[in-house]
């Protein structure tokens, strides 16, 4: 049994650049949702048993929340009823 792990798209997509650290916009959110969800579906085919990802679709809609005033795109709050995963650390 090998573990797989799956990237995390959003600290692919806002990285820092130089000496500046770029801010993800609310835009962003669900592009990155899409993508991470598109890697975990790809990812998964090589899991046997487990797949470990350091980020997911509530991880996004927390981090939306906390760093937009509570606010959270309905379809990142849907998607996040709707994926369950079986363990968190």
């Not at 975990?40 to 487990?50: C, D, L």
């Not at 606010?71 to 363990?87: G, K, M, N, R, V």
Request: proline share 6%; glycine share 4%; hydrophobic share 35%.
């Amino acid at each position: 049994m090998t573990p797989v792990g799956c990237p995390n798209l959003h600290a692919i997509t806002c990285k820092p650049n130089g000496t500046k650290k770029e801010i993800c916009t609310l835009e962003d959110l669900p592009i990155i949702v899409k993508g991470q969800l598109e890697l975990e579906n790809q990812h998964s085919a090589y899991a046997q048993r487990f797949l470990f990802c350091d980020t997911n679709v509530v991880v996004t809609q927390l981090w939306s929340q906390t760093h937009f005033d509570g606010y959270c795109a309905p379809e990142i709050l849907d998607w996040a009823t709707t994926f369950h995963y079986a363990f968190y650390l």
